[in-house]
């Protein structure tokens, strides 16, 4: 029917399809997380020595911490364009529910941050020699927990957008909450390594991702309207 308003999945996907846009025409905000998180897995090595046995015990942890800080890094943007521009108003004020809305930044933001750490996190990891069964492990424990820390960064993000200098109170108020994603993720990478079984990680981070995907954009849409009152 004419003028009927669209459902809610073509508000997800068209939000996202506007931020992917926005990013491609900004290149920079898409590759800094992601050299910084190159940088900092391939210079420890450099840092720690050739070692196997070192590289074996650390590598799993620093490309986690690796990944949590690269995630932080790019969060502080999530919501400051639009609360520049004024677009963020107009998500306020839409006919479409605004945690569906929220839902799909930060899916774009997912795209554009964690998705580039998971593809790139094979070509890091040979600087820390893991073996192949241990790269897939590496991925999907990333895939798993970048999709619960872009959903987390989406509430802190929205609690500091339009203050000055939120860059620090966002990462104070997401890193209590992405501990359990960095120590199961590293953990479980650590495990396959030692040939233990890694299943009970695996379902936490999934477990993890699941309760946060059913809260976050409730959570970022009350947070959204906090910050603009």
């Known amino acids: 029917m004419d003028g009927e308003t669209p459902g809610l999945f073509t508000a997800v996907v068209a939000v996202a399809r506007r931020d992917l846009l926005l990013a491609w025409k900004r290149p920079g905000d898409v590759l800094n997380p992601l050299f910084f998180f190159a940088m900092v897995a391939t210079l420890f090595p450099l840092a720690v020595g050739p070692s196997n046995e070192q590289l074996e015990f650390s590598g799993p942890g620093v490309l986690w911490a690796a990944a949590l800080l690269a995630m932080l890094l790019s969060l502080n943007s999530l919501f400051v364009s639009d609360f520049e521009d004024g677009s963020l108003d107009q998500m306020l004020v839409s006919p479409q529910p605004l945690p569906a809305l929220a839902l799909g930044k930060t899916l774009a933001h997912w795209m554009t941050s964690g998705l580039p750490l998971v593809l790139v996190s094979p070509v890091v990891a040979l600087t820390f020699r893991m073996p192949v069964a241990v790269v897939g492990v590496l991925m ?16 802190g993000a929205a609690l500091t957008v339009g203050l ?8 104070l108020l997401v890193l209590p909450f992405a501990m359990p994603v960095l120590i199961f993720g590293a953990r479980t990478v650590s495990l396959v390594a030692t ?12 477990a993890y991702a699941v309760l946060i995907v059913s809260i976050a954009p409730f959570a970022t849409a009350a947070a959204l309207r906090i910050s603009n009152e």
Do not use: E, P
Request: without cysteine; neutral net charge; hydrophobic residues 55%.
């Open 164 to 171: 000055h200098r939120g860059t620090a109170l966002l990462s």
């Open 195 to 206: 040939g233990d079984s890694v299943a009970g990680g695996l379902y936490f981070l999934a």
């Open 140 to 155: 999907l424990t990333l895939l798993l927990g970048t999709i619960s820390l872009s959903l987390l960064g989406a509430i």
